[in-house]
């Protein structure tokens, strides 16, 4: 969907505890992937817990395009027929990816080492977004791609016909780029080599060994050196997707700053390059414990129980932590401001290329609602004013941003007057239960 409907206005004010169990949707990285690896695969993969938000439906609705089929059970089971590495069809329409940027920049590394020619675009957040950290690398392969200004979408990729497997360093910390090479890699011959500095997500590294490609990762001086071999025929596989932290992330601290909460959200995948948040709740003095941990699918699994939590203290972020918590930040700062004492994060400056510039958004709307922030290009510091003492009182902008939107209604569930967001249609790409799943916590969050 590149439009997004009329703007949904919604509010939420303080009210009685939280409590009860938080079962968040699957986790949208793996979901993503799980398509087109399916997809890429010869035969029949199956899926359960895949998150059905919209990012991830516009996937599937791409998978489909390049020629795979893609179907759901009544129960939620999805299946993929895939037409395996190098089998995608040159889709008859332009791709629209929404507002999804892990969508757009993994199918646009699916593609590349296969003659197709595509023309991708999204809502007017994906637009904005850059995108030659992509198309840069996949022009090593030999795939050519004209776009607008800026390396911004509508863009059109035409696939190498005689692709060269590639040595990539990636020059910024990110799982998507990281993926789109390794992805372009699968129908490469030879050995395609990604090498990030700092560890991002893994778990297209972890999928392709799953889906039976040969592929190593090593740690050396200048990083994580990712080795793949192409052209291997990927076999079909059975996922289970486990719920995605980035969405148990608002549930979790929503519980730690609403007077009284106690919630419990089951079978969050903690895999170590995602559970940043929760290490620094726990820094920050939160009441925040993992119950039965266990693996499952491949990813270390847990349940997470947070109780409210008046007396956490701001921290100082360590930079080496800020990929595996990326997408966290904005609501962490919301604990932040109801935490005694600053909270300094730094390195972030891929925050400011997310759906929307995350610094901005979130450091706009809780200065509208009293709290202190000072930022830079790639560091924002918020000054916590302790438990409550957050005025509100204000309509934050969203910016077709989800997590912001999440963030700003979290926040209003412990300041003194209510906060509302201009727009919460765009908490559906990732989160489509969210505000059902918060009432029923005992959130009181409202549309209007
Ligand atoms: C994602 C990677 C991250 C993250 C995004 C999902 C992925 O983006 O912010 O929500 O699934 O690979 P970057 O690669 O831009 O850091």
Redesign the pocket.
């Known amino acids: 969907m590149s439009g997004h409907g009329d703007p949904v206005p919604m509010m939420a004010r303080k009210g009685g505890a939280l409590t009860g169990e938080a079962h968040v949707p699957g986790d ?2 793996i979901s ?1 992937r799980s398509l087109i690896l399916g997809a890429m695969a010869v035969g029949e993969t199956r899926i359960t817990g895949l998150l059905e938000g919209q990012d991830v439906l516009d996937t599937a609705k791409a998978m489909r395009a390049f020629g795979a089929e893609v179907t759901r059970d009544d129960d939620g089971t999805w299946h993929v027929h895939g037409v395996g590495t190098g089998g995608f069809a040159e889709p008859e329409d332009v791709i629209d990816c929404g507002n999804s ?2 969508g757009v920049r993994l199918i646009m590394g699916a593609m590349a080492t296969t003659p197709i020619t595509v023309t991708f675009t999204g809502d007017a957040s994906l637009r904005s977004r850059p995108m030659a950290r992509v198309t840069d690398p996949l022009a090593l392969f030999g795939c050519r791609s004209v776009g607008r200004a800026g390396g911004r979408l509508p863009m059109t990729l035409v696939g190498a016909a005689e692709p060269l497997p590639v040595r990539y360093t990636v020059p910024v ?5 990281k ?1 789109a090479v390794l992805l372009a890699g699968l129908n490469a011959p030879g050995q395609t080599v990604v090498i990030e500095a700092e560890a ?2 893994d778990h297209t590294e972890r999928m392709l060994a799953g889906f039976g490609a040969e592929i190593t990762t090593e740690v050396t001086d200048e990083g994580r050196v990712i080795t793949l071999t192409g052209q291997p025929e990927l076999v079909p596989q059975t996922i289970t997707v486990p719920r995605d932290p980035s969405s148990a992330a608002f549930p979790v601290c929503a519980a730690l700053i609403t007077e009284g909460s106690d919630v419990l959200v089951p079978n969050i995948g903690l895999n170590p390059t995602r559970a940043g948040l929760f290490e620094t709740l726990i820094e920050m003095g939160a009441d925040l414990t993992y119950e039965n941990p266990r693996e499952e699918g491949g990813e270390p699994v847990a349940d997470l129980r947070a109780r409210y939590s008046p007396d956490m203290k701001g921290v100082e972020v360590p930079p080496a932590r800020a990929a595996s918590m ?2 966290e930040y904005p609501i962490l700062s919301v604990v932040a401001a109801n935490a005694e004492g600053p909270t300094v994060m730094r390195g972030v400056k ?1 925050l400011r290329v ?1 759906e929307s510039d995350r610094i901005a958004a979130m450091a706009d709307g809780l200065r509208a609602c009293g709290v202190e922030v000072e930022d830079g290009p790639d560091w924002w510091i918020v000054h916590g004013r302790g438990m409550g003492g957050v005025k509100g009182g204000a309509t934050c902008a969203t910016h077709l941003d989800h997590r912001i939107a999440m963030s700003f209604l979290c926040l209003g569930l412990s300041t003194q007057e209510p906060v509302g967001v201009d727009d919460g249609g765009p908490i559906a790409t990732s989160f489509p239960i969210f505000e059902g799943l918060m009432r029923d916590l005992g959130a009181e969050i409202e549309r209007g």
Do not use: C, F, L, N
Not at 173 to 177: E, F, G, I, L, R
């Open positions: 949208k990285s993503h940027g892990t910390p990110s799982a998507q780029v993926s991002t997500r990326i997408d891929e997310k």
